[in-house]
């Protein structure tokens, strides 16, 4: 550790001098300095690497992947079934009583059914467990809307605690016309993106009229990922197998 400091002689002027003051730091000192960036890089290190993670896992899939899982489905099975059997393990999914998988960002996860969507204690013990189900929504086999939602998180921090499945929402293009599948009650229910809206967090509209309507399905995340300020809303449309 060094002090120094300049001395001026205001009598006999223009003489001045310097005076340096060396005082060697205690090695606690510079130990206890050392260990606070070390935990300060962790802190920093632990906060974005769900986020980096989530973002890699997505570029990956994308990179990777030669065949669409909706070409893979094409095939004419008379049992229906044994036909969401067959592609449930294909994709390497063990729960075909109500699953979302989204090929595009590979993303799966088992759907919890009739969440209270708002009860922040019941969603967010539900978010750990995969993508919630609104109450009230419809399901894939009933008119109306199925209404998933899934925070990308609150904060970042959120990431890690509560399910992430629906981080990379925001990188679909409608345009694309991305497929979305749905096990449900052991069925497979195959969907066609084609709407993308941002709303304000606090419209409900979506969700309160999700079950009035045609057949479709709803996905609902956070917009900026990581942040609560606005909602994403994906809408898909039912298509033939």
């Keep these: 550790m060094t002090i120094s400091g300049v001395i001026y002689d205001y009598q006999v002027s223009p003489l001045h001098g310097e005076i340096v003051i060396t005082i060697p730091a205690p090695t606690w000192v510079r130990k206890l300095g050392i260990g606070l960036m070390v935990a300060g890089l962790a802190s920093i290190l632990m906060l974005i690497y769900p986020i980096v993670s989530a973002e890699i896992n997505f570029r990956l899939s994308n990179l990777f992947t030669k065949t669409s899982a909706a070409e893979i489905t094409n095939t ?7 036909f969401a059997r067959n592609m449930a393990q294909q994709w390497n999914i063990t729960n075909t009583a109500f ?12 759907i919890i059914r009739d ?13 750990k467990m995969g993508v919630a189900q609104a109450a009230g929504s419809s399901v894939p086999d009933s008119d109306g809307g199925t209404y998933l939602f899934a925070h990308s998180a609150s904060a970042p921090w959120d990431i890690a605690h509560y399910n992430a499945v629906f981080y990379a929402l925001n990188s679909i293009n409608v345009d694309d016309h991305d497929i979305v599948y749905v096990f449900y009650q052991d069925k497979l229910y195959k969907y066609q993106i084609m709407e993308k809206h941002i709303v304000e967090s606090k419209d409900t509209s979506w969700l309160t009229q999700a079950s009035l309507g045609a057949k479709r399905l709803l996905l609902q995340t956070c917009w900026p990922p990581g942040t609560s300020w606005k909602n994403l809303i994906l809408v898909a449309y039912p298509i033939a197998s």
Excluded: G, M, R
């Design 115 to 127: 969440v209270n969507a708002s009860v922040p204690a019941t969603y967010q013990e539900a978010l």
């Design 99 to 110: 699953y979302i998988y989204i090929p595009k960002i590979n993303a799966k996860a088992p």
């Design 76 to 82: 004419p099975v008379d049992d229906e079934k044994e």
